[in-house]
């Protein structure tokens, strides 16, 4: 009779939520987070890059995968809840478990194409906590930048290290796997090596927004380096010869550079020159923003110009308030990106959380003092 009822009862989806995996220490670098949903669907973030959907079978595979599982012992657990062959079961797990090493070390394949994986937009799920957190550290500007637009009447105090830590855990716990450190100019804050090692600690992907002056130092750089950061985006002051040398020091290092370029009348003329330089450097990835004095036939003039040229377009990172962000200082509400708030949010240098940058009119709370439940969209 108990046979029966189990032969004949729904299968129970796996518990709602957040579980994490990272690599060995002789294994390539890598994180995973898994967040599981009620349905016994889930999204899985790899490498804080890309979002693959994941039908209940797949969670769970992913589930055994995340925990270290014995593939046997893996297979036995999916027999036995889904009624399926043994032998079948594990099979699928480890062609689960090879196409997962698969994007993981080839990162530029599309998991559809290659993977029968089905990828969907962060901002298309349903997101019950966002997938990063783009935490402004400052709105202090390095000396020499001209930055009417950096927000400082926004903001009467700066968090202190033990305050940014303390909503770094609060993120972690919510299950917010991916942190960016912006500004303003973070560097500025004597206390990022700490917060940066804080994320690592917990186990979140982090990235850093930066002029890259600082970066030039090689000593700096390798301080960063030391504490766990995973990628740069580099804001590109093409006629700062520092910045240039900031993107040769960090390119041969273990640390994924994006270079972001803001294009507008004055420079646009200079944008092949720009390109073909960065090209011959050896940079891969390139972040583009235009201005409003710019019609949608130069941009994409000028898309496929970096296209041509072999860069990897990437258009859903944030670009901190400075001379060279083109985002109004105020965003319109009907302007908010569809991401914001679910996939991403903002965190301004006093703790207020924006759904995005610029968005002042919707303040949704304050992470040093508001319950994150209390925080959303």
């Known amino acids: 009779m108990n046979f029966i009822t189990r032969l004949f009862s729904k299968v129970e989806p796996l518990p709602e939520g ?103 937009a962060p901002y298309s799920a349903d997101l019950s906590t966002p997938l990063r957190l783009d935490c402004a550290l400052t709105y202090r500007l390095s000396e020499g930048s001209h930055a009417d637009t950096a927000p400082v009447k926004r903001v009467d105090r700066e968090l202190t290290t033990d305050e940014w830590r303390a909503i770094l855990d609060k993120a972690w716990r919510a299950g917010v796997p991916h942190i960016t450190f912006t500004g303003g100019e973070p560097t500025l804050r004597e206390d990022l090596p700490q917060l940066i090692a804080h994320a690592e600690k917990n186990g979140q992907v982090c990235g850093l927004l930066t002029d890259g002056l600082k970066l030039a130092d090689k000593t700096y750089l390798d301080l960063l380096l030391q504490t766990g950061l995973d990628h740069v985006l580099l804001i590109l002051q093409p006629e700062v010869d520092a910045c240039w040398k900031a993107i040769a020091t960090v390119l041969p290092e273990d640390l994924f550079l994006t270079v972001h370029i803001t294009i507008n009348e004055a420079n646009a003329s200079q944008l092949p020159t720009y390109l073909d330089r960065l090209a011959a450097l050896g940079v891969k990835s390139l972040s583009l923003s235009f201005s409003a004095d710019l019609g949608a036939e130069a941009q994409s003039t000028m898309r496929n110009t970096a296209a041509d040229l072999g860069f990897t377009l990437r258009w859903d990172l944030p670009v901190p308030y400075s001379a060279s962000n083109p985002v109004a200082f105020e965003t319109k509400e009907d302007s908010i990106p569809s991401g914001a708030g679910r996939a991403w949010m903002y965190v301004e240098p006093d703790g207020d959380v924006l759904p995005t940058q610029g968005a002042a009119d919707r303040i949704l709370g304050n992470l040093q003092t508001d319950p994150w439940e209390k925080i959303h969209l």
């Open 18 to 120: 957040t579980h994490h995996m990272q690599a060995q220490l002789d294994e390539k670098p890598y994180r995973l987070h898994l967040r599981l949903r009620g349905d016994g669907s889930a999204i899985l973030v790899v490498n804080a890059a890309t979002v693959l959907h994941l039908n209940p079978t797949a969670a769970e595979f992913a589930y055994h995968f995340v925990r270290g599982t014995d593939p046997v012992d893996a297979a036995r657990e999916v027999a036995a809840r889904y009624r399926i062959n043994r032998k079948q079961a594990q099979s699928d797990y480890l062609t689960f478990v090879e196409r997962i090493h698969a994007l993981i070390s080839t990162p530029d394949l599309d998991p559809v194409s290659f993977l029968d994986f089905e990828r969907v």
